[in-house]
C-alpha cells in the first residue's frame, strides 16, 4: 500500500505523465462557513435551447417549457455558454464531479466503466463532515463513492414497472423529497441528483406535449422509436418543418415534466427550511442534437454546439451575485472547484478546472480554452469565440445508429465554426480562416501532447498524437516521457486492489440504503 501512495502522490494515478508533469495538490483555501445544505441537479441531454431563456427559432418560440428553473436562474449565477468535454455521460459526469479533464480521470466512454481515480465531490463533502445523499435515474456508477445512502431508480425493480424514464425520474424525487422531510434541520446535507430526462427514447409527456402542440401530428415520424430515427439517419431522410415541430415538441414535453420536478425538490427544501442557505449547482451533462448536424437525432457522436454546450446555474445567496449571467464560455471542469469553494469546503486535491468564485462576484469571467474530445481520434477547443475540432478518423462509427453497416458520423479532418456568424455552427470557415485555424490547431495539440493521455507506448503510436506532434514546433531537449508512464502498469494493479478493498471498507463503515420506491 505505501508503494501504491508513493506513486499516486508523484504521478496523480496511473499512466499520467512524467516527474515534471506531476500532479501534485492545487489547494483552495476556504474563504466561507460551510453551507449547511448542498445539491447538486445534473439533467441528462439537456440541450440550452430548449430551456426559457433560450427558447427561439426552430418552431419553439413561444414555448413555456422551464418556468421553475427560469425563476430559479434569476436567483443564481447563470453560466450559461457552460462547455461539457464530450457528448457521453460518463465521461462528462465525470469531469463534472471532479474537475479534471478526462485524460486525467481516466473514463473515456460509457463502455468498460471504470471510476475516476481521483476523489469526486460526494467524496470531497463527506470526509467535510457532511451526510451524502445519492439520488439517480442514470446509470448508478456516480452515485457509488462518497454516498452515505444511495437511491438509484435504474436498477429498482418497480412492481408495477416504470412507465418510462419519467417515472423513473419522478419515482427518485419522491424518495428525495421523503428524505428531506425526515432529516435533522441541523444535519448538514450533500445531495446528488441526476435526472434521465430528457433522454431518448423521446416518449411523449402527453399533457406537456398537448400544451405545446395542440394540432395533431399524423406523419410517419415516432421519436419514440430509436431504430426508427437511426434509420432515417441512415437513410439521411430530411425532415420537414412539420416533422422537426413534432420531434422538438416531444422532446420539450420531457424538458417541461423535468422542470416540474426540480420544482418539487426545490419546495421541499423551502419546506424543510433549507432552502435560503443552501448552495445549489444546476446542470447537465450534455445536450442533444434534434438533427442540427448529419440528420443526427442524438448526442454520442456529436462534438457540435447543439450537444457540447449546456447551461449551468449556482445559487448561493450571500455568496454569489443573484441575477448575473455569465456569457463567457466556462469549462465543466470548472464547476467542482467553484462549487467546494462557494460552499465553504475548499478544495485539497488536484485539479484542472479553476474556482470561478473571484471573477463571478467581480462580475467578469477571464475566457480559458475549453476543450474537449470524442473517442480517441477527436479533439477540440472552443475559445476565441470559435470552435475548432481535429479529427484525425474524418469520422466516427462507434455510436448510435453507426455501430451498425458502414454508417460513420462524417467529419472533415479539420473545421471551424464562427459563434458570432454562425452560433449554430452551421457553416465550416476552416478554408477561410487560415490564422484563426492556425492558432486553434496549435492550442488544441499543444493540450493533447502536454501531458500523456495513455500509456507512453500509447502516446507514441496513436494517430491523434502523432498528428498533433507534426504540427506543433519541435523544442529543443524533447524527450520521450517517463517515470509515472512506466511506473503506470503496476500502479493500476495496486490501484484497483486498494480500491476495492478502501470500497469494502467504505460500505462496511457507512451501509448503502436501497429503499424500494413507492407502489
Known sequence: MNLLLVTLFACGGADTGDAEGARLPRPIEPRFEPAPTVLVIVVDTLTRRHLGPWLEGDGTAGWDTTPRLDAFFQQSTVLADTQVVRGLTGVSVSSITTGTWPRVHGVRDNRDWKQPWNRMLPELFQAQGYTTLGYSANTC?????????????????????????????????????????????????????????????FNPVDRWYDELHPEEYTGELDPEDPSMLDAWILAETELSEEEQRHLEAVYASQVRETDNQIGRVLDALAESGRYEEAVILFTSDHGEELGAHNGYFFHGCSPYQQTMQVASAIRAPGRLPQGLVVDTAIRSVDLAPTLADVAGIGWEDFRDGESLVDELVAGEVSERPAFFERSLSTAGVVYAGHRYILDVNEGFSECKPYDVGDGIFPNEREELYDHAADPEEQDDIADQDPETLAMLRELTCQWVTEDTWFAYKADETHPLVTACRAVLPAEEGDEPAKGCAAAGSAATGLLAAAGLLLGLRRRAQRPVSLPMPKS
Open 141 to 201: 456508477q456516480f452515485i457509488d463513492r462518497g454516498i452515505d445512502e444511495r437511491n438509484c431508480t435504474w436498477i429498482w425493480e418497480h412492481p408495477d414497472g416504470f412507465d418510462g424514464q419519467v417515472d423513473r425520474d419522478i419515482t427518485l424525487v419522491d424518495q428525495l423529497v421523503s428524505d428531506l422531510a425526515s432529516k435533522p434541520a441541523d444535519e448538514p446535507l450533500f445531495l446528488w441528483l441526476h435526472l434521465i430526462d430528457p433522454h431518448d427514447p
